[in-house]
């Protein structure tokens, strides 16, 4: 497509969004649409400028030592925890342990957690990405994406299936750890800084530093065509995770597929009648759909349009569909990380990100078991050539 | 600066008044957004939020409100009864109640739970000094008023409770004696039509189910919706006082007002009782109680047959 059909294309994007989300505010339950749709939106452009996609910048470290990826989730995820202590600290003073706070994503902590969340980060090893990242690559043209996404609709419905043994198993006895609920505010921002340096200094000290051979980008080019830098980035999702927190619920991509996938199981009799304790643990994912619209729904819409109207004023809208072994690993990758994302109660962005900025303990059992089911995922396929 | 400053809380303060000069209240149990604002600084005066919602008080309440959750603090988490005495006592203490305060609930739905508080408030013997914000929380944020998360910090009080007055609480056997005719108290059931009549056994989506389908007898259907405005506010006393007499409760008997699981009833409760005046008391074991009894009468129009599905 000539670069200016498609920035002309992406401008009508962007007022189309920027209408229909006008159109929705027009009443008091429009409004919260409203905000959900440009804060997709928002979050889709930073996906895509800042290329933060969990797998692809853990792979860029471990394949060339490149940290610019994870240096932004490392700011993304500093910068939120702060940001959210402020908010956080505003609805919940003093924080107690049997009192967590209002809609935060703080899921029990327990193995099963720490299986959900290998086999999510296995399932994006194979798959390519993790699904907030399928989503907005799906905006820059990687129709495989699709199939991955169909993988984990798959991967929920296993998931339900299987979640009423594993509740009452052992996830009933699993406590929802908060940590300013443990050591209070202070020390819990001190731990996990602090934890967030160490990572950070990690892999920074094992990093090469990248080659520096391109000029200078003139304002234009470092918005519209360069990959914004790590830092800023990492600034910018933290901002927008805390200003959905405070104004409709953390960050998340998999609700609404969970919901699609339990209302569509429900009627087909494939899930059963009642999940135990899943609508009753906070940051539960997948409410039966009782309206057309939710707040996720418009989220994830938001995202992939508004990725879309970024890859084509960048230029980086390339519309591809891969192979048959590339579907098929897309799929089976797509199936993991549903299982992974029902039984964790959430996935790289709901429970890693919007967990740990929180200060759950669920979000750092999920960052660490997710990035070694990738690891394995990685070196597995590199063992076999793949 | 000043001048225009002035102008615009003149303004501010007209609008205002214009806004609620329609305003007439049902009773004075029942207290507007305008005697709530004006009393926002009042210490006499101590506002609760109980929502259904649990989480939307962290989100943003009325400035200086404090928080009843109704899962923990309005019963006894172990056994199903409204809180033991100990524990209400230490929870209005925190808030800084005392004898002398004014009690001001309201919260999201219509103040469902609200009226519940007012309820456990009155069996704590408390309930003159209670008052329901009318309309509850919808109602003050249509009016756009202001909402804060601060919590506010009030020096305990030495309150003590009195034992518990049962007399506005009915039990499983005062509403058996009612079906069986051996109390001539009148029943009003505050559920949809369709569960009155037996057609379904609960609301869709609800987990808290009864293995018969009815209503018990001699109670007559009065949806709890019937008694409240668009806007969430209690109708007229005259209203109100029609709506029951069309269905035969003038006041002249005692009234016993139920529903589900005995909090909604708890709205109905309130308006016969603290609007109209009656003689009345809430059945808090209500449909799930007496639908779950074993031997005693129920009259199921519909004549559905519990299976299990």
């Known amino acids: 497509m000539p670069i200016l059909a498609s920035r002309s294309l992406s401008l009508l994007i962007v007022a189309a969004l920027i209408a229909w989300g006008i159109w929705l505010a027009q009443d008091a339950a429009g409004r919260v649409l409203s905000f959900s749709l440009l804060t997709g939106s928002a979050f889709g452009i930073v996906l895509q400028r800042g290329r933060f996609c969990f797998l692809c910048n853990l792979r860029d470290f471990v394949e060339r030592r490149d940290a610019a990826g994870l240096v932004a989730i490392l700011s993304a995820l500093a910068a939120g925890i702060v940001l959210y202590q402020v908010i956080l600290g505003a609805w919940v003073p003093v924080p107690q342990p049997d009192r967590l706070p209002p809609g935060a994503h703080i899921g029990p902590v327990g193995l099963v957690l720490a299986a959900a969340a290998f086999a999510f980060g296995l399932g994006m090893a194979i798959s390519g990405s993790c699904l907030s990242a399928h989503l907005y690559r799906l905006g820059e043209g990687a129709f495989g994406s699709i199939v991955a996404l169909a993988g984990a609709g798959l991967g929920f419905l296993l998931g339900f299936s299987t979640w009423n043994f594993l509740y009452t198993s052992t996830v009933f006895n699993d406590p929802p750890l908060w940590l300013p609920g443990i050591f209070g505010y202070a020390a819990a921002l001190g731990i996990s800084l602090s934890a967030l340096g160490l990572i950070a200094f990690l892999v920074l000290r094992r990093a090469q530093r990248p080659e520096n051979g391109l000029s200078p980008p003139q304002p234009f080019e470092a918005i519209f065509i360069r990959r914004w830098p790590p830092v800023i980035t990492g600034l910018l999702v933290a901002v927008i995770g805390a200003i959905a927190y405070l104004r409709v619920a953390p960050l998340g991509v998999t609700a609404e597929l969970g919901s699609l996938v339990r209302t569509a199981g429900l009627s087909a009799g494939l899930v059963p009648e009642t999940l135990v304790g899943l609508d009753t643990v906070r940051g539960c994912l997948s409410a039966v759909k009782t309206a057309v619209l939710s707040p996720n729904g418009v989220f994830v819409i938001g995202l992939v349009l508004a990725s879309l109207s970024s890859a084509l004023a960048s230029g980086q809208f390339r519309p591809s569909w891969p192979n048959a072994g590339g579907l098929a690993a897309r799929f089976a990758g797509g199936v993991l990380m549903g299982w992974g994302a029902m039984t964790g109660l959430g996935c790289t962005v709901g429970v890693l990100l919007s967990g740990i900025q929180a200060g759950a303990v669920s979000g750092w059992v999920f960052l660490i078991s997710a990035t070694a089911g990738a690891l394995a995922g990685l070196t597995g396929l590199r063992r076999l050539g793949a | ?309």
């Open chain 2, 1 to 309: 600066m000043t001048a225009i400053k002035g102008m615009t809380v003149l303004a501010a303060a007209a609008l205002t008044s214009a806004m609620f000069a329609g305003s007439v209240l049902a009773s004075d149990a029942l207290v507007d957004s305008k005697w709530v604002q004006d009393n926002l600084e009042n210490p006499k005066v101590r506002i609760f939020e109980v929502s259904v919602d649990t989480g939307v008080y962290e989100r943003g309440h009325i400035p200086g409100a404090a928080h009843l959750n109704w899962h923990t603090d309005l019963v006894d988490p172990q056994k199903r009864d409204i809180a033991s005495r100990e524990a209400f006592e230490k929870t209005l203490r925190d808030a800084g109640v005392d004898k002398d305060t004014t009690i001001v609930l309201y919260g999201d739905n219509n103040n469902w739970f609200a009226a519940w508080g007012a309820w456990v408030f009155e069996v704590y013997g408390l309930g003159n000094q209670v008052k329901l914000l009318d309309g509850g929380r919808k109602l003050w944020e249509a009016q756009g008023l202001p909402l804060d998360t601060a919590l506010p910090d009030h020096a305990d009080s030495t309150l003590t409770l009195a034992d518990r007055d049962n007399s506005v609480r009915a039990r499983f056997v005062d509403v058996v004696a009612v079906a069986e005719g051996r109390n001539d108290a009148k029943l009003i059931d505050i559920r949809s039509a369709d569960e009155y009549a037996g057609k379904i056994f609960a609301p869709e989506g609800v987990k808290e189910l009864s293995v018969r389908a009815g209503h018990i007898p001699s109670a007559v259907n009065v949806p709890w919706g019937r008694i409240v405005k668009e806007d969430g506010t209690f109708k007229s006393e005259d209203e109100i006082k029609a709506i029951y007499a069309e269905k035969g409760i003038d006041g002249s008997k005692p009234v016993i007002t139920y529903c589900r699981i005995g909090e909604r009833s708890s709205h109905t409760w309130f308006a016969l009782k603290k609007i109209l005046g009656y003689d009345v008391s809430n059945y808090d074991g209500s449909w799930t109680e007496y639908g779950n009894a074993v031997g005693v009468p129920v009259t199921n129009i519909a004549g559905t047959v519990w299976t299990g599905k």
